[in-house]
């Protein structure tokens, strides 16, 4: 068990990290759970918390369908889409307004033509995509995000 920002996470994996945000994701008995953590500096907030969307003072979530997620910066900027299901789906919104497709599920990881298979080792994250569309395998979380799961 680890708590992050006061929230307990029971057996998770950090599968995909993007634009300063990470999706976690749990497996419950009724189903996938996940989790986005915007790190903010010294102030990481949760955008969703375990498939609910939470406040948060630096972007926008919108939940209008029971499981999909649109999120846009406070500048109106789409970030990404969530969809949870039997897997999780996010559409990424790049630098360049295109979409990228990032499928993840407790054993798998596909983004865009990379397939990789889910990591649940502390702090690590499967799946990098950065701003440009540019797609690593394996990262681990930045030290000061670090410092808020116990």
């Given at each position: 068990?680890?708590?992050?920002?006061?929230?307990?996470?029971e057996?998770?994996?950090?599968?995909?990290?993007?634009?300063?945000?990470?999706?976690?994701?749990?497996?419950?008995?009724?189903?996938?759970?996940?989790?986005v953590?915007?790190?903010?500096?010294?102030?990481?907030v949760?955008?969703?918390?375990?498939?609910?969307?939470?406040?948060?003072?630096?972007?926008?979530?919108v939940?209008?369908?029971?499981?999909?997620?649109?999120?846009?910066?406070?500048?109106?900027?789409?970030?990404?889409?969530?969809?949870?299901?039997?897997?999780a789906?996010?559409?990424?919104?790049?630098?360049?307004?295109?979409?990228?497709?990032?499928r993840?599920s407790?054993d798998?990881?596909?983004?865009?033509?990379?397939?990789?298979?889910?990591?649940k080792?502390?702090g690590g994250?499967?799946?990098?995509?950065?701003?440009?569309?540019?797609?690593?395998?394996?990262?681990?979380?930045p030290h000061g995000?670090?410092?808020?799961?116990q």
């Open positions: 068990m680890t708590i992050i920002l006061g929230y307990q996470f057996e998770y994996s950090i599968p995909l990290s993007f634009a300063n945000r990470y999706f976690i994701l749990e497996s419950a008995p009724d189903g996938l759970k996940v989790s953590l915007h790190h903010q500096e010294d102030n990481p949760f955008e969703i918390l375990k498939n609910e969307p939470v406040g948060s003072p630096y972007s926008n979530v939940n209008s369908v029971p499981g999909v997620f649109a999120v846009r910066e406070n500048s109106g900027r789409p970030v990404y889409q969530l969809q949870v299901g039997a897997e789906r996010a559409a990424l919104i790049l630098e360049d307004g295109s979409e990228l497709e990032v993840f407790k798998k990881i596909q983004a865009g033509k990379l397939e990789a298979d889910n990591t080792f502390a994250i499967g799946v990098k995509v950065s701003p440009s569309g540019r797609i690593g395998i394996g990262n681990y979380l995000l670090l410092k808020w799961f």
